[in-house]
């Protein structure tokens, strides 16, 4: 019988997108079972929603994804990523690039994976291109200041990414 490949897609999904979505939705394409590592913290980020918040969004989101075509894992790290990778057994690294400017960082990451694990490979997915202009942190800020959003998130995250702002913005 032929080893399960599973693949780990790192992030910290505050909130999840569109973008995030297609990637998903492709990676179950190419490994068996899905892990969805979200980031505990990550503190060049100011996070909008807490880990038990985006853990419940990224699961309701992807898990309908995956389909018949994979298994979907949504979990939460606080270690490096090639060390969650070895412990959730991953041998593949999916990562999303949107733009040139995604490259260089994660062409960086990547090899310092590799120099960590020579077992695990990274993939790059490029982001669908009605999507390439999708970042969580733009999303965030049209939010904040009560644009729609409807065009870059689901339904449900829009809603409750709209709802947090207005209780942001009551707090101000």
Known sequence: MARKRIGLYPGTFDPVTL???DIVKRAVKIVDHLVIGIVSTNSSKAQVFSLDERVEMM???ATSIAGERATVDVKTFDMLQVKFAHAVGASVVIRGLRAVSDFEYEFQMAAMNQRMDKEI???FLMADPRNQAISSRLVKEIAMFGG???QFTSPYVAERLVK???ELGARS
């Open 121 to 123: 490979e990274t993939v």
């Open 164 to 166: 947090r702002c207005k």
């Open 19 to 21: 973008g995030h979505l």
């Open 59 to 61: 699961r309701r989101e």
């Open 148 to 150: 729609d959003i409807s």
